[in-house]
């Protein structure tokens, strides 16, 4: 089963921000180097940070009518920061996976999703 990760980044300091410049040194190595080890682990897709919500555009069609909004449209706390793609036998699998991720023990949560087969 293939699953999409969706990190959601809530209060997670992410470069480049004042938040994450605050960072002890040793902390942004930590992160570094666990978001290294996610991209090495088997099965994972290495995905992207994406930049903050507020730089977004949502698009709609009414009537017919394709209708943008500047960003953000979601509470700071359910914007999507980043994702990766894992491969796995199980849930249980891709829960550990997203467990390691770091935004879910520094303020976010990791939404893991199966990916449907055509």
Known sequence: MKYMML???GT???PPSEEWDRLPEDEKKAVYAAYKALNE???VTAGLQMQPAETATT???QDG???TTDGPFVEIKE???GYFF???DD???AIEVASRVPAARMGGAIEVRPIVAW
Do not use: D, N, S
């Open 7 to 9: 990190i959601y980044q």
């Open 91 to 93: 849930l249980a699998a």
């Open 59 to 61: 698009v709609r069609v």
């Open 65 to 67: 009518k394709t209708l």
């Open 41 to 43: 682990t088997p099965g």
């Open 12 to 14: 997670t300091p992410t």
């Open 86 to 88: 894992f491969e796995a």
């Open 79 to 81: 914007a999507i920061g």
